[in-house]
């Protein structure tokens, strides 16, 4: 399949360019914001205590995660794949115009970003990190669309009929891993996540949310490497491993580890007046939900 002729640039507005890979992490901020704040308004989702964190300050806390990601994500590209920069370069590292960043690296900003939150705001950074990993998803979404549209971080050669022949990527069909990973690490994830919170009932259980999607994304990358082609400027690994591979272990473990502490922690007792709280959004009408999926799957 040849590659679709977009733009990654949407507009141009005089000097300055909108680019699809920034309305990526835009899109993903912005919805995520309303979606954690969704889940924190809708008393259903929390039948034993409330929502860990009030709308208010949810709106401030997406700030904290805003620059989490961008610092984050700038610094892990830098240190773990580029560490040169540092000595070579060291101004580059500022420029984040110029692309490159890394999602374990934003992984890390937002994690330092929700424990400095939580410590200001006395709140459970467990809870709170199981509301905001439900969201992440999302963003993963439209930032690996941006990716494909940008025609970079493509897979390797292959002979099945939806390869596609990459610009800059020479003449062989490739698979278009970033749409894999829109669809698997984005779209999979988020269903499975959105199941475990408005169906099982889960974020009962402090920290299992988290700890999924902590697994589900490294179990998926590190498939997904099998067939993303590996940067050029990185080296050989040994064993096939990849660098992708080698961030997401940690990950998994960490996951691994969220899922069963918060599966065996006892459940805590209902907060006074909440119980009665629940019962009349069960049985009235519960609150909008934009996100609300049916029996049969997302809407």
């Known amino acids: 399949m040849p590659f679709p002729d977009i733009d990654p640039v949407l ?3 005089g000097p300055f360019a909108i680019r699809w890979y920034a309305l990526g992490y835009v899109a993903g901020i912005l919805i995520g914001w309303r979606y954690i704040t969704s889940m924190a308004r809708n008393q259903a989702l929390w039948p034993l205590r409330g929502a860990p964190a009030s709308p208010a300050q949810i709106d401030d806390l997406i700030l904290w ?3 989490g990601i961008i610092v984050g994500g700038r610094l892990g590209h830098v240190f773990f794949y580029t560490p040169s920069l540092v000595v070579t370069d060291p101004l580059e590292v500022f420029k984040t115009w110029k692309g490159g960043m890394s999602f374990h690296g934003g992984v890390l900003g937002v994690l330092i970003a929700t424990l400095l939150f939580a410590r200001v705001n006395k709140v459970d950074v467990f809870r709170l990190g199981d509301v905001i990993t439900a969201a992440a998803p999302i963003g993963i979404f439209f930032v690996r669309i941006a ?3 940008n025609g970079e971080l493509w897979g ?3 002979s099945l009929p939806w390869g596609v022949v990459f610009p800059d990527a020479g003449i062989l069909p490739r698979h278009p891993s ?3 990973e829109a669809l698997l690490e984005g779209l999979l994830l988020f269903i499975i996540l959105r199941i475990a919170t408005h169906h099982a009932k889960l974020l009962n259980r402090r920290g299992v949310v988290a700890g999924m999607f902590f697994l589900g994304y490294a179990v998926s990358r590190i498939l ?3 067939v993303r082609e590996p940067d050029a400027y990185m080296p050989d690994f040994p064993l096939g491993l990849t660098m992708g591979m080698m961030l997401s272990i940690p990950m998994a473990i960490g996951g691994a580890w969220l899922i069963w502490r918060g599966m065996n922690e006892p459940p805590p007792e209902p907060e006074v007046g909440l119980e009665a709280q629940v019962e009349e959004v069960v ?11 049916e029996a049969d799957g997302p809407a």
């Not at 049985?283 to 999926?293: A, L, N, S, T």
């Open 178 to 180: 970033q749409i894999y």
């Open 224 to 226: 997904l490497e099998n």
């Open 156 to 158: 390797r050669p292959t």
């Open 65 to 67: 995660i805003t620059l």
């Open 11 to 13: 507009i141009h507005i």
């Open 147 to 149: 990716n494909f549209i």
């Open 283 to 293: 049985e009235g009408e519960p609150p909008r939900d934009p996100f609300k999926i």
